[in-house]
């Protein structure tokens, strides 16, 4: 997979903090970007919908996701989310979750400029995932 020193992350944060203007945020005014690496060299963003109903609201993450398969699918190796201030935000649980699907264990997960990224695996220690599915079936 790919080593740090090739995840072009200044371009990563660039793209999340840019897909903070694309948000929908008038309940929380709490715009969020995210941007993911893929394991072919693609940039993916996505932005946070609310929703009046706020339950229904979608993280920056959720819209990554949607067009990582939209346009084609890939696999993830690193995730930039920013919220409106420019500054790293922590991703969700759900959102956790939904990342760690398209990325597995070894998905970087920004940090910030001064911080070591973190591995999804840190943040979702003992995740459920595909692989669970397969083994956990009833007869
Ligand atoms: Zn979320």
Redesign the pocket.
């Known amino acids: 997979m790919s080593s740090l020193g090739k995840i072009p992350w200044p371009l990563l944060r660039e793209q999340a903090r840019s897909a903070t203007s694309r948000s929908y945020a008038p309940y929380s005014h709490v715009t969020v970007g995210a941007a993911g690496y893929t394991s072919n060299g693609e940039i993916i963003t996505g932005s946070n919908i609310e929703n009046a109903s706020y339950g229904l609201t979608l ?4 819209s990554l996701i949607s067009a990582l398969i939209g346009q084609g699918g890939g696999r993830l190796v690193a995730v930039a989310i920013v919220a409106g201030d420019g500054e790293p935000i922590a ?5 956790r979750q ?1 990342l760690f699907e398209h990325g597995g264990a070894e998905l970087l997960v920004d940090a910030g400029e001064t911080a070591a990224p973190h591995t999804l695996g840190a943040l979702l220690p003992e995740a459920f995932g595909p692989s669970d599915l397969g083994v956990r079936r009833t007869p």
Not at 91 to 95: D, F, K
């Open positions: 993280c920056a993450e959720c991703p969700c649980g759900r959102c939904l």
